[in-house]
């Protein structure tokens, strides 16, 4: 009896396994079957340009109201047929313009500036290494959740340094090395939209939802802050959700399932991420030095200070603080970077840190090209009132059948999630998708910094689930070392609890959100 029962229970185990791998073979198989980005754009803004023929050639239109100076009137918006002569005209002569007048470029650029030297001295690694390494027992698995929101700020540092130092820390104190990974890949790349600090992919994000936003209103300004209200009180509900899944779901099953006699040693690894001598001396002048900038920033910030909005002493509504927050967070990695970098001995020369800059920026030739291609689509999207038509009719459909609200963000964010599991790049994706959502949230009475959210708590909550994303190999490739049995179907298995945990959980802190109609960044709410 014994018996069959165990062989039922195995042919049901290989029955769910066989489930899982043909869904993740399916998923697989239709993501790299998607063209590249770059070939996404030049697709949609072909597909642009017949829509708007068809559209305008049947004279198609909507109306509807807007207030101006207190009055309300009519405006009526017609689709626009790109494929006439002076269209065409008018849009090859504003390809460079269209390119360099992309929000998201330069801030970009600017930022990388910054987190580039950072990264590339050392600096951040150090970082991680000594707060991991100095982390007690008891505390172990909050820390390297914590620490992996955090350096998703410099995603390689995140995947290359603390994913597998969490396996490292983990069997140091007698645990399961693959929990440490899982627990590190979870903050990472799971709590992509969580953080204290602005990142790169805030200005990045930002500058695409305004290009969008403008369509709908020309002087609509938004700032890469727009989110971080939300995001910090995120970063805490992450770590605190993360590491609850790793105790209490994720380590009880693997307990059961692998014997650690059967982990490979990997006693090279630990003496490689041990912290130098000459880092510690880094790390000593990279803090000094940063105290002395933040302290200038305090200055700067005093009722009489120059960050200040000159005009009505504010620190938030169109201060130089704010509208130069990406050039002061730059510089706020550059500093410590640079002395650290001297205290290291790692930059002896001014070339030294030239060089790191250099370096930072040839990582940005793949992004330049995202960003030429798609600056392209927004325009023609803009310049069709495709996106005003949707936005119009899409709202009243929407409200005439009851679906607003609670329900239609909801619905939102599972859509992006899904999405997320056969496009990787965040800023694509959104690129893809602003240009149809932005203005028709817009429309609902949603901000657009509000319609961004939502679009990254999907964006992240399945980042750690699919086999697109561009690190995933490497964890696989990492959680073989320990289990050698393993491969892409056991990592989704492990990490798809956290998956449904983050994502229920910032649904629920979305939701009160709303409710309490809080804002979600400086100068930003949730309602327009």
């Keep these: 009896m014994a018996e069959k029962r165990s062989r039922k229970s195995r042919k049901s185990t290989a029955g769910n396994v066989g489930i899982l791998n043909k869904s993740l073979n399916f998923i697989e198989a239709i993501g790299n079957k998607l063209p590249d980005p770059v070939t996404l754009f030049v697709l949609l803004s072909i597909l642009t340009l017949i829509v708007s023929f068809i559209l305008g050639q049947a004279g198609v239109g909507v109306e509807y109201e807007v207030v101006k100076n207190g009055v309300s009137e009519l405006v009526r918006v017609e689709a626009v047929n790109l494929l006439t002569k002076e269209s065409i005209t008018n849009f090859l002569t504003s390809i460079v313009q269209n390119f360099t007048s992309f929000p998201p470029l330069g801030v970009v650029l600017v930022s990388m500036l910054g987190v580039g030297v950072a990264e590339g001295l050392g600096l951040i690694d150090a970082l991680i290494k000594r707060l991991v390494l100095s982390t007690p027992k008891r505390l172990v698995t909050i820390v390297v959740v914590f620490l992996g929101v955090l350096s998703n700020i410099a995603s390689d540092a995140g995947y290359v340094v603390l994913v597998p130092l969490g396996a490292i820390i983990f069997k140091s104190f007698g645990r399961n090395p693959i929990a440490g990974i899982a627990a590190a890949f979870a903050g990472v790349s799971g709590g992509f939209s969580a953080n204290l600090l602005i990142g790169t992919l805030d200005p990045l994000l930002t500058g695409i939802s305004q290009s969008v936003a403008n369509i709908i209103d020309p002087n609509y300004l938004m700032n890469p802050t727009c989110n971080y209200y939300f995001m910090v009180v995120s970063t805490f509900l992450i770590t605190i959700v993360g590491t609850l899944v790793t105790e209490y779901i994720v380590i009880p099953r693997l307990d059961k399932r692998q014997n650690p006699e059967n982990f490979i040693e990997q006693v090279e690894d630990e003496n490689s991420f041990k912290i130098t001598k000459e880092e510690k001396k880094g790390l000593v002048w990279a803090g000094i030095s940063l105290l002395i900038f933040v302290i200038i920033i305090g200055i700067g910030l005093l009722p009489t200070g120059i960050l200040r909005n000159q005009e009505t002493g504010s620190i938030i509504n169109r201060s130089p603080f704010i509208q130069g927050i990406v050039v002061i967070l730059s510089l706020g990695f550059l500093i410590p970077g640079v002395f650290f970098g001297i205290g290291s001995g790692k930059v002896k020369r001014d070339t030294d840190i030239i060089k790191a800059m250099s370096k ?54 599972i859509i992006s999630g899904f ?74 298995s492990l990490m798809l609890p956290y998956s449904i945990a983050f994502l229920t959980s910032w649904i629920l802190l979305l939701v009160a959100w709303m409710m309490l109609g809080l804002p979600i960044g400086p100068g930003a709410t949730i309602f327009l």
Aim: glycine share 8%.
């Design 360 to 413: 930072s920026m040839s990582t940005m030739g793949g992004y330049l090209v995202l960003a030429f291609f798609s600056a392209q689509f927004i325009k023609l999207f803009e310049q069709s009132n495709i996106a005003t038509i949707i936005a119009v009719k899409g709202a009243d459909f929407l409200e005439n059948i009851g679906f607003v609200g609670v329900p239609l963000i909801i619905a939102f964010i």
């Design 419 to 492: 999405i997320n599991l056969f496009i990787g790049s965040a800023s694509a994706k959104w690129a893809i998708m602003a240009p149809i959502f932005v203005p028709l949230f817009m429309r609902l009475g949603y901000s657009p910094e509000f319609t961004q959210l939502a679009y990254r708590l999907g964006d992240s909550t399945t980042n750690i689930i699919t086999p697109l994303l561009p690190y995933f190999p490497i964890i696989v490739t990492l959680v073989k070392k320990y289990d050698p049995k393993s491969g892409i179907g056991t990592l989704i």
